[in-house]
């Protein structure tokens, strides 16, 4: 009996090792799970942490270019409203510090030919980043637009939009953009049978898909602009008056630049032709008692002769009855030979340039408080830019894509006083930083 009790004693002490062994095993077990897990989330964190400061430094470097770049062109336009602007002694910091931000920037502003250029570099931590942006004029703006409006762009059925080259024949690549400021429903209709081979645009904030419906066809991207481009009114220059009441041309004749001037009506019978010659001739129409207009009876002609051009500046209206023809009569289809200014404010009244059915017109259009409608069937090259504009059924209408780089343009060499904007910009997050940024 004695025997088997110790028997009992011993089996079960045994039996408590092994407990107590496999117990201890499986805490060790345990206690390196929680320690590799404890190491894990900790190496997270570390990582999570460097990557939030990685982020910070990034974001902080992009901001302090932008900041850069917005300071230089800053400084650039108000010595250009000052009249300081001086090409030797441009706008340049280098190592400006931007409040809240541990990171620094540098800017400069460049004249390379006859363009200005700004240069803005940023850095944080680790990290550069350097734009490199073209300046334009806002009226350069306005231009790069084949169709620009401040509201309704209207296109009826079977209409053409597209563009082409002056300059070249055989150019492809004439891509460009139309659009409005607006931002309401439908402003940009563009209708069926209608084909449109360029970008569509809505004003900033606007949603592209209900201010660009399109049942025709849109051969380009629908997008919101970003910043709205300022309509600068033109002003008309200083002219001897040539009338005050009606001048009519009832025969073929020529004007040279001694017959510019202001008149208040400007008619020219039907069939009949004003002959543009010699030069520049600038024309200021007046709109005395609100009367003041120039109109083209039905089958008459401005021609404009090679090497010539005519700048019209309108205070009244146009108007243009059946199958008028505006147009330069060089070896190119170059519309910068007719330059159509709408110096009327809304104060004054709605300024209407109208033209009607089978109308032919070679001619550069920048009217901010006008309405341009062409009625059917019109052909048109150039470009437009008005409060409203309406392109009738069966219209063509051809974007000059050379009117961009055009230095000819009257209104573009007295707008610097309406400040630059940029034209178009890169960057680089691995270029080398310039010397004078070090």
Same mark, same amino acid.
């Given at each position: ?19 107590? *062994? ?8 345990? +206690? ?6 404890? @190491? ?5 964190? #570390? $990582? !999570?942490?460097? !990557? ?10 992009? +901001? ?6 917005? @300071?230089? %062109? ?12 001086? &090409?030797?002694?441009?706008? @340049? ?8 931000? $541990? ?36 009226? &350069? ?47 940009? /209709? ?13 004003? +900033?904030?606007?949603? /592209?898909?209900?201010?660009?419906? +399109? ?9 919101? =602009? ?30 040279? /630049?001694?017959?510019?001037?202001? #008149? ?5 019978? /039907? ?6 010659? *010699? ?14 207009? =120039? ?16 700048? %019209? ?17 060089? !070896? ?72 961009? &780089? ?31 940024? &070090?």
């Amino acid at each position: 009996m004695k025997i088997k009790m110790k028997k009992k004693k011993r089996a079960l002490a045994y039996s408590l090792r092994r407990r107590n *062994g496999a117990a201890v095993v499986l805490v060790m077990l345990i +206690v390196t799970v929680l320690t590799i897990a404890g @190491m894990a989330l900790l190496f997270m964190s #570390y $990582q !999570s942490a460097l !990557s939030a400061v990685r982020i910070a430094q990034e974001t902080a470097c992009r +901001v302090c270019t932008d900041a850069g770049l917005k @300071m230089g %062109l800053n400084i650039f336009n108000k010595q250009v409203s000052d009249g300081t602007l001086n &090409d030797y002694s441009l706008p @340049m910091s280098v190592g400006e510090t931007l409040p809240g931000s $541990q990171g620094v920037f540098s800017y400069k502003i460049i004249k390379t030919g006859g363009e200005y250029s700004a240069v803005s570099v940023g850095a944080c931590g680790g990290f550069r980043r350097i734009i490199t942006a073209t300046l334009q004029t806002q009226m &350069d703006t306005i231009i790069d637009y084949g169709l620009f409006s401040k509201g309704q762009l209207t296109f009826e059925q079977n209409i053409l939009v597209s563009g082409y080259d002056s300059r070249d024949p055989f150019a492809t690549n004439c891509t460009f953009d139309i659009g409005t400021t607006g931002t309401d429903w439908s402003l940009v /209709p563009i209708c069926t049978g209608t084909v449109v081979n360029a970008n569509a645009f809505c004003g +900033v904030g606007g949603v /592209p898909n209900d201010v660009i419906p +399109v049942t025709g066809t849109l051969n380009g991207t629908k997008y919101a =602009l970003t910043s709205e481009p300022e309509f600068v009114i033109p002003t008309m220059p200083s002219l001897s008056v040539k009338n005050t009441t009606q001048y009519v041309i009832s025969s073929k004749t020529t004007f040279t /630049p001694a017959n510019s001037g202001k #008149y208040n009506q400007l008619l020219i019978s /039907p069939n009949q032709e004003l002959v543009i010659s *010699g030069g520049t001739v600038t024309i200021g129409i007046t709109n005395i008692n609100n009367c003041g207009f =120039l109109q083209l009876e039905s089958g008459a002609k401005i021609t404009v002769q090679e090497g010539s051009t005519l700048i %019209l500046y309108l205070d009244g209206n146009l108007y243009g009855y059946d199958n008028i023809t505006m147009k330069y009569a060089g !070896s190119t289809i170059d519309p910068s030979h007719i330059q159509i200014y709408g110096t009327a404010a809304q104060a004054t009244g709605w300024q209407q340039i109208a033209l009607q059915s089978q109308s032919t017109l070679t001619a550069m259009i920048y009217a901010p408080y006008g309405h341009v409608t062409a009625t059917s069937t019109a052909g048109i090259y150039g470009a437009i830019a008005a409060s409203t504009i309406n392109i009738g059924t069966g219209s063509k209408f051809y974007f000059d894509v050379a009117l961009r &780089d055009n230095p000819n343009i009257a209104l573009q060499s007295n707008s610097s006083s309406s400040g630059y904007t940029v034209k178009r910009w890169s960057e680089t997050t691995t270029g080398e930083i310039p010397d004078w940024a &070090d």
